[in-house]
């Protein structure tokens, strides 16, 4: 296993990648230049799926593997909406 893949080592530069404070544009795409992943550094193999993540002042590109780990996390550590008071009640 790469070292970059290792789980802890993985999710620590996961995590810098985060940003809990809004909503990223996410697009996804085939790998057709054979970019490595932000995350893990491995080189995305052509033809495989990639992901490019875009926030205000942060963008990034992502394998399968880690983009799975980077939106468990997103999910994980993003704060959930508070319900809204209707104006009926």
Not at 29 to 42: K, Q, R, W, Y
Not at 56 to 74: A, K, N, Q
Request: aromatic fraction near 6%; hydrophobic fraction near 35%.
């Amino acid at each position: 296993m790469n070292e970059a893949r290792d789980g802890q080592s993985l999710l620590v530069r996961i995590r810098r990648l985060l940003n809990t404070r809004e909503i990223p544009k996410v697009m996804s795409g085939t790998s057709a230049e054979g970019h490595a992943c932000d995350a893990c550094g491995e080189p995305i193999p052509l033809g495989r799926p990639q992901f490019d993540i875009a926030f205000s002042s942060l963008s990034f590109r992502l394998d399968t593997l880690c983009f799975r780990v980077w939106t468990e996390e997103m999910l994980r550590n993003h704060p959930s909406p508070k319900p809204r008071k209707s104006a009926l009640s």
